[in-house]
């Protein structure tokens, strides 16, 4: 990858440059938009500051995997009010936050959750936009619903008044040559396709938020419409 890994305000901005000529390159797929595919800045284990220099280097959503992290950050940067994406595994008893300060959640792995997050987000200004989590590769000790369960789980969820179910979400454990991780996103993208022409419902799907700086050039080449990516934009990590 050609990306740099530092993390000083004009390489965030840079970074981000660079992306978005990537993702515009690679772009193959009409479901995604002609402006391209959405770019995720995954911003856990980074600091406010830097969230406001992706910013103002034009990322407009961010992605954060712990909740207490994430409304730390959501309170400092409510001047500029960006959408924020919850990408982390789900606590029974944090749904209640979730839906009331994300827009998005892309790790629903089953119905309780689906179900807490709808009675939770009644009465705000809009629907949650949910992707559902799969366990693409049926790794043992993964978060994300089998895919043989997909299509009963996208079927209930559908009926749920307050959310907004809009496509998958897969994290596969990280590959090392580009085909097979290519081959990891075809089979989400041929999941994906079957349940949307497995019923009417089901055909207005339009979301399939895979990879990550290690793999995005891959997910792009099969579909992706929404990438995360973190250390490629921002750098390290840091524990806050
Ligand atoms: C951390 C994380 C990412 C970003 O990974 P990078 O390798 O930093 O790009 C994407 N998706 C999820 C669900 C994550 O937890």
Known sequence: MPLTSQCTTSNIAKNIRQIKALLGEFRTNSQQSVDGVKLLAVSKGQSSEKLLAAWHAGINCFGENYLQEALNKID???????????????????????????????????LRIATRLNRHRQGSSGPLNICIQVNIDRESSKSGVDPDSTHELANAIIDLPHLRLRGLMVLPAPKTSFASQQDTFRRTAELFQNLKNSSPRLQSLDTLSMGTTHDMLAAIAEGATIVRIGTGIFGPRQSL
């Open 76 to 110: 400092a940067l409510s001047s500029i009010n960006p959408e924020w994406h919850f990408i982390g595994p789900i606590q029974a008893n944090k749904t209640n936050k979730i839906a009331e300060h994300f827009s998005w959640v892309h790790t629903v792995d089953r």
